[in-house]
Nanobody
Framework: QVQLVESGGGLVQAGDSLRLSCVAS????????MGWFRQAPGTEREFVAA????????RYADSGKGRFTISRENAKNTVYLQMNSLKPEDTAVYYC?????????????????WGQGTQVTVSS
């Protein structure tokens, strides 16, 4: 397994942008499919975006299509989530997750390593 640490969250206004980062420790990061999920208070954790271990496939939840971009930089053991045109409904704790030789699953059960999360708050 890998250990994951997210960063980049914060308080922003509607329409602003943020870039979240997730750094993985451990070997073979390039063999892990990576996902971003989020959880708002009182709700279940939901899928945001995923990138396959090969990096040639991505998937997005409808809520983020056209606004969010997931990417990875294997040389830095890092996956990113660029979020543009943020809305108040994007407010949540954002979690990074990893799945060995994973694809672009939207299911939390397909991921076996999780970070602690980073808070994103978007004010109106």
């Amino acid at each position: 397994q890998v250990q994951l640490v997210e960063s980049g969250g914060g308080l922003v206004q509607a329409g602003d942008s943020l870039r979240l980062s997730c750094v993985a420790s451990g070997r073979a990061f390039s063999r892990y499919g990576m996902g971003w999920f989020r959880q708002a208070p009182g709700t279940e954790r939901e899928f945001v975006a995923a990138i396959s271990w090969t990096g040639d496939s991505t998937r997005y939840a409808d809520s983020g299509k056209g606004r969010f971009t997931i990417s990875r930089e294997n040389a830095k053991n890092t996956v990113y989530l660029q979020m543009n045109s943020l809305k108040p409904e994007d407010t949540a704790v954002y979690y990074c997750a990893a799945a060995y030789v994973g694809g672009v699953s939207s299911l939390t059960s397909d991921y076996n390593s999780w970070g602690q999360g980073t808070q994103v708050t978007v004010s109106s």
